[in-house]
């Protein structure tokens, strides 16, 4: 009887061993999903860890981190044979980049590369490509061993080149190692080849170059153990039991990632929102646009988590608020992505909310020429000529080789000249509206002095039958040289001044004085004029020189004043 029950609880536990048991390893920005095992997770969790401090700390970015998460699923050799064929790159999938490995084998050397690559993109302005290959290169061959870290073989096929020769040779030798990351940051900031190449190892960059071409001849390197971080698998790494359904997930997710078609029929057993995510994204990708909309739509309605989903949607959309609304949940799962600022701006009515859209967009992904130059022409437009230049420089920095750089540069130079430009037609128009200004201050203050006259006249012309007699305009008087009347007012304006004078006959003469402190003025006791409205009218006959001035309204120039 024992041993019947012995039996059973063993064939019961060979049974669970048989069983397809995922566990979860996370940290940082990684995340390994294994079918292999705990311990497989660990160490490939530990290598990954490892190339990130050690790439971070040679590039001057001790922190490094991605713009999506990065998913690693190890999985049993054999079990999976399409993996072997597809294990060289890391791809987008619904919401993380994803790659998958056998658990008999070390990381392959060109997902190694191509996680250089994405962790150098994802966190430094763009690079010359002698240096942003030459690490590439350099670190798909990097060996971990606990905490020893360093470069193993060289790289396969092209990739040993003069690029990965010279920083195999700067990030391996302990006595320059340190000084890969001013390099860096020197051409981070814009600097040019050979100005980094001194401020880093005072050396020219011809002569960096040559030494390159030496070493790669050489063929031989000194391989100084590189910073590693004290990090423990067994410590520091938590491990968990995935449900099956999502390891069933992580599969549908690397199928899609790498567009395999057994990626649809592997979201069709999944739950809500996974399954329509999936299917709509495979659609989407297709261009079969009905089917995507009813898919995005239902996982959107069972509550998405994924920017991917969100972007898409909004762009089979028809409806500018629908659009709208998807794109900024989008932005909301996942800032650092610059696809869905870059889509909103296109729904901005003016250039100067589009270029608010296109910085964050441009600031997301920094190496993304495309954005920047959006940015600039945007800010153009607004006339926002510094902030534009700053963008076309941007532009310029981001570029992926010499002719885009060369065009972009170009681009620069014309916004220079659209800026003097505008700022001449802008100087003109000032000009313009100050000339149109003082005209209509001049004319409302004419029409004001005649209005006032006008009245005096009509006060002073009244007939028996209140009739009013009419004045007779300045140009039509005779031009003596010699007026009298009585003064009915004298208009002080700043250095000069403007006498009014009622003659006898009803009409009204005004002359203008140009000099008041000059102007000479006897009889009956007076010697000056007092300003503004004569309560004492008086009977004034006044010398003058015919001359007429239209922006005053006077007849003549005032030389002598006598007072009756």
């Not at 690079?127 to 790289?155: I, M, W, Y």
């Not at 972009?408 to 037609?425: G, H, M, T, W």
């Not at 009245?455 to 140009?475: E, F, I, Y």
Request: net charge neutral.
């Amino acid at each position: 009887m024992i041993a019947r029950v012995a039996l059973i609880l063993l064939c019961a536990g060979l049974a669970a061993l048989g069983e397809e048991r995922w566990v979860e390893v996370r940290h940082g920005p990684f995340q390994v999903l294994s079918e292999a095992g705990e311990k497989q997770g660990r160490e490939k969790l530990a290598w990954l860890e490892q190339f990130r401090y050690a790439l971070g700390m040679t590039l001057g970015h001790d922190d490094l981190t991605t713009r999506w998460p990065v998913r690693l699923l190890v999985v049993r050799h054999g079990k999976h044979p399409v993996v072997a064929a597809n294990s060289s790159s890391f791809a987008l999938g619904r919401d993380a980049y994803l790659a998958a490995v056998s658990d008999n084998s070390a990381v392959p050397e060109a997902l190694a590369r191509d996680l250089a690559r994405l962790l150098i993109e994802d966190n430094t302005q763009r690079l010359p490509e002698r240096v942003g290959k030459g690490l590439e290169a350099a670190f798909s061959t990097l060996q971990v061993d606990g905490t020893h870290v360093s470069f193993g073989n060289p790289p396969a096929g092209s990739a040993k080149d003069s690029g990965w020769a010279l920083m195999r040779t700067l990030a391996g030798d302990a006595n320059t190692f340190g000084e890969v990351r001013v390099l860096v940051n020197n051409l981070e900031q814009g600097a040019d080849w050979d100005t980094a190449c001194r401020n880093a190892f005072q050396k020219s960059g011809t002569a960096m170059d040559q030494l390159a071409a030496r070493q790669l001849q050489a063929g031989q390197f000194a391989n100084d153990p590189l910073p590693y971080s004290p990090i423990s698998p067994t410590r520091d790494f938590r491990v968990s039991t995935l449900p099956k359904q999502e390891s069933q997930l992580a599969l549908a997710d690397w199928m899609l990632a790498n567009g395999l078609p057994q990626a649809a029929q592997q979201y069709q057993d999944l739950p809500e929102p996974y399954r329509s995510e999936g299917l709509g994204l495979i659609a989407a990708k297709a261009g079969n646009r009905e089917v995507a909309i009813k898919e995005l739509s239902s996982a959107v309605a069972a509550q998405s988590e994924s920017a991917r989903v969100y972007y898409e949607l909004g762009q089979l959309e028809k409806d500018t608020p629908k659009k709208q609304a998807d794109w900024k949940h989008a932005v909301d799962l996942n800032p650092h992505w610059g696809a869905p600022f870059a889509a909103l701006s296109k729904l901005e009515p003016n250039p100067i909310s589009q270029a608010g859209w296109l910085a964050k967009a441009a600031n997301a992904e920094p190496r993304n020429a495309g954005y920047w130059q959006l940015l600039a022409e945007a800010e153009t437009a607004a006339n926002q000529f510094p902030e534009a230049r700053r963008a076309w420089s941007r532009a310029e920095r981001a570029a992926a080789n010499p002719a885009e750089r060369q065009r972009l540069e170009q681009a620069r130079l014309n916004v220079e000249k659209q800026q003097a430009d505008y700022a001449e037609s802008e100087r003109r128009r000032e000009a313009e509206e100050r000339e149109r200004h003082l005209e209509a201050v001049q004319n409302a203050s004419m029409a004001e002095i005649h209005a006032a006259e006008q009245r005096a006249h009509d006060q002073l012309n009244k007939t028996g039958d209140g009739s009013v007699s009419n004045p007779v305009p300045w140009d039509q008087l005779d031009g003596n040289t010699k007026v009298s009347g009585l003064l009915d007012r004298v208009e002080c304006r700043g250095s000069i001044a403007r006498l009014v004078i009622r003659q006898n006959s009803g009409t009204v003469a005004a002359l203008l004085v140009r000099n008041p402190a000059h102007l000479p003025v006897s009889g009956a006791g007076q010697t000056t004029l007092a300003c503004g409205a004569q309560t004492a009218r008086r009977e004034v006959p006044v010398q003058y020189t015919a001359r007429k001035d239209k922006r005053f309204g006077t007849m003549g120039d005032a030389e002598a004043v006598t007072f009756q």
